[in-house]
């Protein structure tokens, strides 16, 4: 079955040091990729996406992830976290659809970022 | 900045009435959603909508749930009869186009009590 594992439920860091959450999904096809950022009491705001190209991707808020297939990793990266990044993170895939039709979200469980003064 | 909206922002019903959540999806979007989160778990997919009917939906998308674009602007979820586990946080979203990004409502909170 189609999934998404994001192994950290809640991660703290100090402001200013960097940060990674990890992503890993299981498709037999090439996926597209998100990510996904939800303050408390708001929507999910989109980060980033990848769909093909180049490997690395540049979102908004400075925020960057990076496509490895070898690894079926999709890992969101910031080099200095900001107080204001404290939020809940959800990588999220749509299984790639040739025929057209609509292919759905399917979210991982979400990583709590918790930003230290 | 196009958004999608939803209303009410914040929903307390009775166990067994009937709610009905209400978005508008971003105007010229084709594709719409509805997901929910239950408070702690993860976003879960409930529904996608094109061309006036259901595309897919989920296990969690039983008999009790509906859909309907009544109108060019609006897209509801209807439950018809409210279950305590029906409480949870419901996202509306729309596409442009399939197998791309998804933009999101502020959501609905249902509670049930």
């Known amino acids: 079955a189609q999934s998404v594992t994001q192994p950290d439920i809640h991660i703290t860091v100090s402001e200013g040091a960097s940060l990674e959450l990890r992503c890993n999904y299981s498709y037999g096809a090439t996926p597209y990729l998100f990510w996904y950022v939800q303050s408390p009491g708001q929507g999910l705001q989109l980060l980033l996406k990848?769909?093909?190209?180049?490997?690395l991707v540049q979102g908004i808020k400075g925020f960057e992830a990076e496509f490895k297939r070898s690894q079926s990793s999709f890992n969101l990266r910031k080099p200095s976290v900001h107080w204001s990044d404290a939020a809940e993170y959800f990588c999220?895939?749509?299984?790639?659809?040739?025929?057209?039709?609509?292919?759905?979200?399917?979210f991982g469980k979400g990583t709590k970022l918790s930003v230290k003064p | 900045e196009p958004e999608v909206t939803q209303t009410p922002s914040h929903q307390v019903t009775q166990m067994g009435q009937e709610v009905i959540l209400r978005c508008v999806p971003i105007s010229n979007h084709l594709y719409f959603y509805w997901y929910r989160q239950i408070l702690g778990q993860k976003v879960e997919f409930l529904v996608s909508f094109y061309n006036n009917e259901i595309s897919e939906k989920s296990e969690i998308f039983d008999d009790q749930f509906s859909v309907e674009r009544p109108d060019g602007s609006n897209f509801t979820l209807k439950i018809r009869s409210t279950k305590l586990e029906d409480s949870a946080m419901y996202f509306c979203?729309?596409?442009?186009?399939?197998?791309?990004?998804?933009?999101f409502g502020q959501g609905t909170r249902l509670t049930v009590v």
């Open positions: 979203a729309s596409s442009g186009a399939p197998n791309t990004e998804a933009f």
């Open positions: 990848y769909f093909s190209g180049d490997t």
């Open positions: 999220a895939v749509v299984l790639m659809n040739y025929g057209g039709s609509q292919g759905n979200l399917i």
